[in-house]
Nanobody, 122 residues
Framework: QVQLVESGGGLVQPGGSLRLSCAASGRTWDYSYYGWFRQAPGKEREGISCISTWDEGTLYANSVKGRFTISRDKVKNTVYLQMDSLKPEDTAVYYC???????????????WGQGTQVTVSS
């Protein structure tokens, strides 16, 4: 099993920045890909970014490309999501997940964190 704990969410004004963290523990060596997803009220869960532990390759959804950056700290077993130029439409609960496929589809991920709320509002 893998345990994932997100942190760093909060309230930010449009144009502001936040950095989310996802601390992983347990059998992390079984999973090579870590992703960030988000879900806004009344909407489906959206995959926004993922990172490969093999080659640090990254993927981004078009909705966040150029504004969000995913990274990881191998020593701390932590994945980050730096979010810049935030917009009201970025408001959602953000989840990190561990999976075995390098893709942004939630079905490909086996373990999930509890989520952290991000609210972008003036």
């Amino acid at each position: 099993q893998v345990q994932l704990v997100e942190s760093g969410g909060g309230l930010v004004q449009p144009g502001g920045s936040l950095r989310l963290s996802c601390a992983a523990s347990g059998r992390t060596w079984d999973y090579s890909y870590y992703g960030w997803f988000r879900q806004a009220p009344g909407k489906e869960r959206e995959g926004i970014s993922c990172i490969s532990t093999w080659d640090e390759g990254t993927l981004y959804a078009n909705s966040v490309k150029g504004r969000f950056t995913i990274s990881r700290d191998k020593v701390k077993n932590t994945v980050y999501l730096q979010m810049d130029s935030l917009k009201p439409e970025d408001t959602a609960v953000y989840y990190c997940a561990a999976g075995r496929v390098f893709w942004l589809k939630s079905d490909n991920y086996d373990y999930w964190g509890q989520g952290t709320q991000v609210t972008v509002s003036s």
